[in-house]
């Protein structure tokens, strides 16, 4: 049978207990770790919550080792985030030892955001790491992107199945969407997360989001039969 754990606090303080030895072995070690982090743009999360900060990166560097500390062997990180500061925190986790596997591509429909001296955002990025290279691997399937052209045609008459491709279409979790909490902050779409949670881990396993926020990781993997925690500095449910 399997677990789910929310834990109230900063991630910073709680990740160190988690990982604290007793006796033969770890409270939790984790197969997988995916969160979506505050992405440094002022977005108040609560009264007691802005995550504009000075020192981001470094902040980052540390909530990142104490995931590292927390993953078994072949464990897998994703980290959703614009593709500007991912791009920072990919040089973060070289440095680090880890193992890249690869940037993921998150887009979605907007109609907002709309800017006089820039195009409009409607992706984010995913960096996939690992600390072995013996990680799991079970691809989402998609169908071909020129289903017309006379080689995949062949090739599906043939019976070959559909590839697996590095960008992803999930629409953003709106205020209409069903799954939408009333919480007032962002909220990840379950197929996203759904998505993530399938390639990177098996059935019974482990998985951590530091930041979960509404939860979408830890409901989501419970759902598909692994082990989670989540952890937050805020308890949403009372900030309705």
Request: glycine letters at 4%; one cysteine or more.
């Amino acid at each position: 049978m399997t677990t789910k754990e929310k834990i109230i606090g900063d991630c910073m303080e709680e990740l160190p207990i988690i990982d604290k030895v007793h006796g033969v072995g770890r409270l939790w070690d984790f197969n997988l770790v995916v969160t979506d982090p505050p992405y440094n743009i002022g977005w108040k999360y609560s009264d007691k919550v802005n995550d504009k900060r000075n020192n981001y990166f470094d902040w980052c560097s540390d909530w990142i080792d104490k995931c590292i500390d927390s993953l078994r062997e072949n464990g897998i990180i994703c980290i959703i985030n614009y593709p500007e500061n991912n791009n920072i925190l990919y040089k973060i986790m070289i440095d680090k030892g880890l193992t890249f596997i690869q940037q993921l591509i998150w887009c979605y429909p907007t109609n907002v955001g709309q800017s006089k001296r820039k195009y409009t955002r409607s992706y984010r990025t995913i960096l996939v790491f690992s600390n072995g290279k013996d990680y799991t691997f079970n691809p989402h399937k998609q169908q071909y992107k020129n289903p017309n052209d006379k080689r995949i045609k062949e090739r599906i008459k043939n019976g070959f199945l559909p590839n697996h491709y590095d960008i992803f279409e999930f629409n953003l979790c709106k205020n209409v969407s069903k799954s939408k909490k009333n919480n007032g902050i962002n909220q990840l779409p379950n197929d996203l997360v759904e998505m993530l949670i399938r390639t990177y881990s098996n059935e019974e396993d482990n998985i951590l989001d530091p930041f979960s926020g509404n939860d979408t990781v830890i409901e989501m993997a419970y759902k598909l039969k692994r082990n989670c925690v989540g952890i937050d500095i805020n308890r949403y449910d009372q900030n309705v």
